[in-house]
Nanobody, 126 residues
């Protein structure tokens, strides 16, 4: 059974930082491209960032480029998202997923599996 458990969210002031973690199980993490998605209230879920299975290549949405950094630890089956210089518009529920492939066009990111984790809430106050 594929499981993703996201953590690390919270309430932070604009300009602050958070580090999200996603521990995974039920599939082979090492060869998997992985991604982060987010969903703000009243909006569609959108891709934020992705990373190839080896960690050698990553892609970012224009809105987070230069502020967020994705990484994966294959030994720990864990995906990370370092978020710096946070803005109120980053407020959303954040989810991780194994993706079909890490596309340079973030809007093309797709969850390989049907299920999502519970997500972790990020709230940025102005």
């Amino acid at each position: 059974q594929v499981q993703m458990v996201e953590s690390g969210g919270g309430l932070v002031q604009a300009g602050g930082s958070l580090r999200l973690s996603c521990t995974t199980s039920g599939f082979n993490f090492g060869p998997a491209d992985m991604g982060w998605f987010r969903q703000a209230p009243g909006k569609e879920r959108e891709g934020v960032s992705c990373i190839t299975y080896s960690g050698s290549t990553s892609s970012y949405a224009d809105s987070v480029k230069g502020r967020f950094a994705i990484s994966k630890d294959n030994a720990k089956n864990t995906l990370y998202l370092q978020m710096n210089s946070l803005k109120p518009e980053d407020t959303a529920m954040y989810y991780c997923a194994a993706v079909s492939f890490c596309s340079p066009v973030i809007s093309e990111l797709q969850n390989r599996f049907s299920a999502w984790g519970q997500g972790t809430q990020v709230t940025v106050s102005s």
